[in-house]
């Protein structure tokens, strides 16, 4: 194993970033080693080389060598693609520090693995030469030599074969189960991991008691989605006991074809609280929450295999990042008839009749042409048009868009918009969409929630928030977008920064960035209906004069 491993790893880092006529000519022979039995390899070569535990353990380094080669040279071409390898080049570094320092550490983990699993299978090889005579010569043992004198008196003595052979068993299991082992650590460790998700792992791990509940907009007294006192915890710090909550206690209704939007800072939990609702909050994450009611279900108590059904058929969702969210590897074609061809059962040629159709409906020109290329040749943009086409395929009831507009060109942000609007008013899905842009709000949303530190601090009518904040970060917020009206001075900001969900006292999130703070809000604040919105603010009432944009303009 050392062998292969010093042979093949610096072969296939240098060959995989390089590529080239280097490349594939050792490619070619890889291929060609590969393509003959092994054990015939190993034995030919003995043949020229002669018996012996160390010249056989050469042989099989060296064809093992093609194996790690041909893995490592696999990983690093998938790590050439990705970004912070473009950005080590791009700040200078050297392609050995590149391939040492930031290459190798993203590979180890299946490089690793891998040759623990190869370990086994060299033991078993050391045996099955030794025993075949071309391996360790007598009077030197192995296990293999063992198992060949049992052979010999085999009709006598049976059970002389039994030691060698347990040996030869239990050694190569245990580093089968270490493998595993080691594969499981580092598929735990790598972060984000939804897929690694038990399937039989509920959406909510603990459903709290029913209280009061506060905060429904938009109501027309059935909603499609009714959230009460969903709370999101990650641990403190890896693996500590201690969790942070970074959604506190959050309760809304998603009206049947509403737009609802989310608004808050970077940080505040907006994406989280979208992945709570889909179940794709990722491994350490748990979620609690008293209800999660879609469509006359209730989702607390599912798990994840019916929860991939609800997503795959009643909820799409689209993503900031399009092209992170398509598959380089695949034809846009083969992704959208993917999941109609696996859910649905359509045939190969439904599927793309029907394929075509959706990226017509997102108005992309010559769609049924487009379906044979791949992401790389679409813009932002277009990609977008794709993932929307995607998530609305199965004609879903609820459209969550987290940031659908952030990773793109501003110009075209506003067709993306403008689709997404008129795709809602068509179909008459319901639609959550985050964002920290007060326009796509104006323009889109009829609901407005507005979160802060893991909290909501004020919902109702995108019309009433807009036109009579009542919490004074929503009247910050609102005050700190530049508009046509305001043409002088600074723009308002609201001073400070969100605090860290660990240092959180009892009273009101917002108290140290507040120019109304007083007293009464060291203490704990709820959420308070308040006309036909809620708000968290305990001088809400006082009709403060929120509006005016100097107070927070910090003079
Ligand atoms: P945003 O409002 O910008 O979408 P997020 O919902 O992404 O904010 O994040 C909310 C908080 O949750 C942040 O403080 C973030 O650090 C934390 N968080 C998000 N994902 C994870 C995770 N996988 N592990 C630990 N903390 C996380
Ligand atoms: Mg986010």
Redesign the pocket.
């Known amino acids: 194993m050392s062998i292969a491993v010093a042979v093949g790893l610096p072969l296939g880092l240098v060959l995989g970033y390089r590529g080239g006529w280097a490349d594939r000519l050792v490619m070619r022979l890889a291929e060609g080693v590969n393509a003959m039995p092994f054990l015939l390899v190993a034995i030919t070569l003995i043949a020229v080389l002669g018996p012996g535990l160390t010249k056989s353990m050469v042989i099989v380094g060296v064809i093992y060598a093609v194996m790690v080669l041909r893995l490592v040279r696999g990983e690093v071409l998938a790590a050439r693609e990705e970004l912070y390898v473009t950005g080590a080049l791009v700040v200078g570094v050297g392609t050995t520090r590149l391939l040492w320092r930031h290459v190798l550490p993203n590979i180890a983990p299946s490089l690793i693995v891998q040759v623990t699993t190869m370990f086994a299978t060299s033991i078993i090889v050391e045996a099955t030469l030794s025993f075949l005579g071309l391996g360790t010569q007598p009077p030197q043992a192995s296990w293999g030599n063992m198992l060949a004198d049992a052979q010999a008196s085999a009709f006598d003595h049976w059970f002389l074969a039994l030691p060698a052979g347990f040996a030869i068993m239990i050694t190569v299991l245990a580093f089968n189960l270490f493998g595993d082992g080691l594969r499981d650590l580092f598929s735990r460790e790598s972060?984000?991991s939804v897929l690694n998700a038990n399937a039989a792992r509920p959406l909510v791990e603990g459903v709290v008691e029913r209280e009061h509940s506060a905060g429904s907009v938009g109501g027309d007294g059935d909603p499609l989605m009714s959230v009460r006192r969903l709370s999101v915890s990650?641990p403190a710090r890896p693996s500590s006991d201690e969790r942070i909550d970074?959604v506190t206690e959050v309760s809304f209704d998603i009206g049947r074809r509403r737009v609802i939007a989310l608004v808050?800072?970077?940080?505040?939990?907006?994406?989280?609280?979208a992945m709570a609702l889909l179940g794709l909050v990722?491994d350490?994450?748990r979620v609690t929450a008293e209800t999660i009611g879609f469509d006359g279900r209730e989702l607390t108590g599912a798990n994840e295999r019916e929860l991939r059904a609800i997503r795959a058929r009643e909820i799409g969702v689209i993503f900031q990042d399009p092209l992170k969210a398509l598959n380089p590897a695949f034809t846009i074609g083969t992704q959208m008839t993917e999941s109609m061809r696996v859910v649905e059962g359509m045939s190969k040629r439904d599927a793309r009749i029907r394929a075509a159709e959706l990226l017509d409906m997102v108005r992309i020109d010559r769609a049924a042409d487009r379906l044979d290329d791949y992401p790389h040749q679409f813009s932002g943009g277009m990609a977008q048009r794709v993932m929307i086409a995607m998530a609305l395929s199965s004609s879903p009831k609820l459209l969550v868009a987290?940031e659908p507009t952030t990773a793109l060109d501003v110009t075209v942000q506003s067709d993306i918009l403008d689709l997404l609007r008129d795709l809602q008013a068509e179909t008459g899905m319901s639609m959550l969409i985050?964002t920290h842009d007060q326009g796509v709000v104006a323009d889109i949303a009829d609901d407005l929630m507005v979160?802060y530190a893991?909290e909501l601090v004020e919902v109702g009518t995108v019309e009433k928030v807009f036109e009579e904040p009542r919490h004074p970060y929503t009247a910050g917020l609102l005050a700190s977008v530049p508009r046509n009206r305001r043409r002088e001075g600074t723009l308002p900001s609201i001073p400070g920064t969100v605090p860290a969900?660990d240092e959180l006292g009892p009273g009101c999130r917002f108290g140290a960035r507040c120019p109304f703070v007083v007293d009464r809000c060291r203490e704990p604040v709820d959420l308070v209906g308040l006309g036909d919105g809620a708000v968290r603010c305990v001088r809400a009432p006082e009709r403060l004069a929120l509006g005016d944009a100097d107070i927070w303009s910090g003079r």
Not at 264 to 273: A, D, F, L, R
């Open positions: 972060a984000g990650f970074v808050g800072e970077s940080g505040s939990g907006k994406s989280v609280t990722p350490p994450g987290d985050i979160m893991g969900l």
